[in-house]
């Protein structure tokens, strides 16, 4: 007998697209939806590469007595939408979870994997965020008080069987394990299928928090490559009160880190300079060359820190972020060319002013206070 055909490798780059929750939470409805995919054609996002239109938590409906589950009344017509979202070149994610109830409380998918993933297949989706939440006191802690290793054993197992349901399909589906990096879940999701695993708890739009997620990336490194990657959670860009030199800072450092490219903004109300960032082509192709090597930070000096990330055909960027509170946070800062394992000067483009820019060795460099310089350097020396 004739096997199915292999289903075509997805995320051989980190996913880009947008998500609904950072700016929607519970309120997505199917019409935000579409006005986001409209959005992503009419603001060039879908030219720069945003692919994947995301619906995060709050969907769900009720099972009926076949166990098939039902969308709620934002969600009329999931197949319609799929359709829509489709018609515009983009592709569509949806959301669930192994346990009992999603972390908004809506239905998961315990019980029902095959089911769910058949369903999923058949309006056409394109992405599952499978999100841990209530499988947690529901199975781990129930099944196995008092028992870590047996309770890490089962939230596997339930990823796994998600995976092999999503396979069973045959429908290329994108897998992104939500489930904060418990377990060091880097070293075992690839294996089982996974495209890309949240790395810690959930992101939210300040700088503080969006530090600290950049700070818990560091030694990770080796488990990003094509096909798998490490996730700082999607993107604030946009949200919240943060600075532009906040956005430009987040969007460069998450290109660095190779991190799938989830927008979670507002579109049809995005601001001129916040598109600017999002569709800065530059910066995403940093974030998507084809080396899939996640950046790393060298060195810092006081509270500025010094990345780079080896690109293909050797090519290298450098990021210098000023983390500090201050514009001076470490004044005066001279960049250590040796560290870099750079000889003499360097000549690049600065990703953020697109002006070719000479890199000396000691040469002082001075942010503003979360700012970066962002420099891709196609014949380091
Ligand atoms: C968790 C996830 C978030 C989001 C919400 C939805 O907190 O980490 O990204 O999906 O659940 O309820």
Redesign the pocket.
Known sequence: MAQPAPAQAVAQTPPMGWNS?NFFF?KVTDKDIRDSADQIVASGMRDAGYEYVNI???WEGIRDGNGVLHTNVKFPDMKALADYVHSKGLKIGI?SGPGPA???GYEGSLGHEEQDAQLYASWGIDYL?Y?L?SFIPAVMQKQSPNDKAAQMRLMIAAYDKMAKALKATGRPIVFSL?Q?GWDAVWEWAPELGGNLW?TT??IQPNWDRIYAILSQQEGLEKYAGPGHWNDP??LEVGNGRLSLAENRSHFSMWAMLAAPLLAGNDLPHMKPEIKDILTNRDVIAIDQDKLGKQGSRVYSDGEVEVWTRHLAHGALAIAVLNAGDNRYSTHPFHLDLAKLGLHGTQTGKDLWTGKTVKLTDSMPIELGSHDILLVRIEAPK
Request: hydrophobic share 15%; with cysteine.
């Open positions: 929750w519970d995060d938590d709050t959301y999603t972390c908004a965020k999100d939440c939500c904060y949240r708890g959930d959670d999607m």
